[in-house]
């Protein structure tokens, strides 16, 4: 990415833009504002195309899946981090600080994030879309009839199995420090959650080809778009450590410091609008084709009359 050098170019000196704060948090590799808008776009489109295509029974399991999931990858961690490092301390005061607790604690956090993610919200939202559908039938039927085979929460409660952990201080302070790095080992988990918790082959493979395809997006697709671009004749952008030296001393500011501000944030704003567009949008579309090649129907896995036998070998 080329970046903008103000060595030997005499310009007028000008006001740092407004925009330069809101692009060091773009350029903040451990800022969530940039997923956060990026979740809010994947979130509402695909709750639009779910409910487009399975109705409004899957269009609220979208919703439920994605929104929670959202908050819990965005700040499940670290809130989880400093509740069980705040515990730590009513017990033994300083315990906090000592290197294997706080790599405990930070192992213990990212798995307990993961496993909420991959494998109990998938249950309590398949739960939910069984009581919907048990509430639906009991209308039209006068009774409960229901074609899903859910297990209740406490079922599943006496089926999970507690995880050890092992205290390794590198590897933790690296999730501590690494938004992307905690993101991916994130989502790694999630998608093995979400797999295995699958209501039938089909599920698990449209979830499997949407959870893979997004990654991408996710964690590399805004920084190589904006690589890309800056690559374009009479492109500059400006790089991190230079716009966070402008930001300390904003009298050294020069106008084409600002214009290469201006086309950096630009670039990064597109960058995240085709991301969530391709995430909220694009994959799910393309998921949903995958549907209907193996079932010949768009019809929810999670609706009521699905009958796995009857579709598509």
């Known amino acids: ?31 969530v504002i940039p997923t956060l808008l990026i979740e809010t776009g994947v979130t509402l489109g695909r709750t639009y195309e779910a409910n487009k295509t399975g109705g409004k029974k899957e269009a609220v399991e979208r919703f439920v899946e994605q ?15 400093k509740t069980v490092a705040s515990i730590g301390e009513l017990f033994k005061k300083g315990i906090s600080q000592k290197d294997n607790f706080k790599a405990g ?13 991959g494998f109990i919200l998938p249950k309590i939202n398949h739960f ?8 639906s039938s009991k209308k039209e039927d006068g009774k409960a009839d229901t074609l899903i085979k859910t297990k209740s929460l406490d079922e599943f409660k006496k089926n999970n199995k507690n995880v050890s952990f092992t205290s390794l201080v590198g590897v933790a302070n690296a999730f501590e ?29 449209e979830g499997l ?8 997006f996710y964690l590399r697709a805004i920084n190589d778009f ?21 930001i300390d001393n904003p009298s050294l500011t020069t106008l084409k410091d600002n214009k290469a501000i ?3 944030f630009g670039l990064y704003a597109i960058g995240t609008a085709l991301s969530a567009l391709a995430l909220g949008i694009l994959i799910p579309k393309v998921q949903y084709a995958i549907r209907r090649k193996m079932t010949d129907k768009n019809q929810f896995p999670g609706d009521d009359g699905y009958e796995v036998n009857k579709v598509k070998k």
């Open 226 to 246: 904006v690589g890309l671009m800056s690559k374009l004749p009479n492109v500059e952008t400006i790089s991190k450590e230079h716009l966070k030296e402008l």
């Open 262 to 264: 201006k086309t950096t």
């Open 128 to 135: 939910i879309s069984g009581k919907v559908i048990e509430k």
């Open 1 to 31: 990415m080329r970046i903008s050098n103000n060595n030997n170019i005499s310009y007028k000196g000008a006001n740092l833009s407004k925009l330069a704060k809101p692009l060091g948090v773009f350029l903040n590799k451990n800022s």
């Open 67 to 81: 929104g929670v999931s959202a908050v819990v990858w965005l700040w499940g961690v670290q809130t989880i981090n």
């Open 177 to 205: 420090t690494n938004n992307a790095l905690r993101l991916l080992v994130t989502d790694t988990g999630v998608i093995a959650g979400r797999f295995k918790n699958g209501r039938n082959k089909y599920e698990r493979i």
């Open 105 to 117: 604690n930070m192992l213990f956090s990212l798995f307990a994030a993961t496993g909420f993610i």
């Open 209 to 216: 080809f949407r959870d893979i395809a997004s990654i991408y």
